[in-house]
């Protein structure tokens, strides 16, 4: 049984004869105290040695704490340089695209222009192919109306 501190303020010795203490009872009262005190001397000594180890886990987690915080402060630095680098490239890539789309268009409407200036030369040979034409045939008309006339006035003068 352990003695508390009251315990130890209220014991009372029993006086003898000539006003002394028991000696076994004070001798007793003196082991249990010493007794209690030896067993408070150890459980102090383990609740430092407790305490020594809470602190050392209490420091390794807040190293290990100091260290994820350091992991995601970096993480979202790296991650902030990847969106700005992923929107530099995006907006590198639209530029480009809609460079070659100008480009592209620039040679369909050359390509266009070509093709309607060539249509344009085609439509004018071929008036002219049909002029010629007509022109060869009416030459070849008068010819032959001419021939075809010569050979009536030579029946003619046959007769």
């Known amino acids: 049984m352990r003695l508390s501190p009251s315990d130890v303020r209220q014991q009372h010795f029993t006086e003898r004869m000539f006003r002394g203490f028991d000696k076994d009872e004070v001798d ?19 609740l430092k040695e407790q305490l020594a180890a ?52 620039e040679e369909a409407r050359a390509e266009e222009a070509r093709i309607v200036s060539e249509v344009k030369t085609l439509k004018r040979t071929r008036r002219q192919l049909l002029e010629d034409l007509r022109a060869t045939l009416g030459q070849y008309q008068r010819i032959f109306s001419g021939e075809l006339g010569g050979f009536g006035d030579e029946d003619e003068s046959r007769s």
């Open 28 to 46: 007793r009262f003196l082991d249990q105290i010493a007794e209690d005190y030896e067993s408070v001397i150890k459980e102090n000594a383990l």
């Open 54 to 105: 809470f602190e050392e886990r209490s420091r390794s987690t807040a190293d290990l704490e100091r260290t994820l915080q350091d992991t995601l402060v970096t993480t979202q630095r790296v991650t902030d340089e990847m969106k700005t680098n992923a929107k530099r490239e995006v907006e590198l890539m639209v530029r480009e695209a809609k460079l070659t789309g100008e480009k592209i268009l």
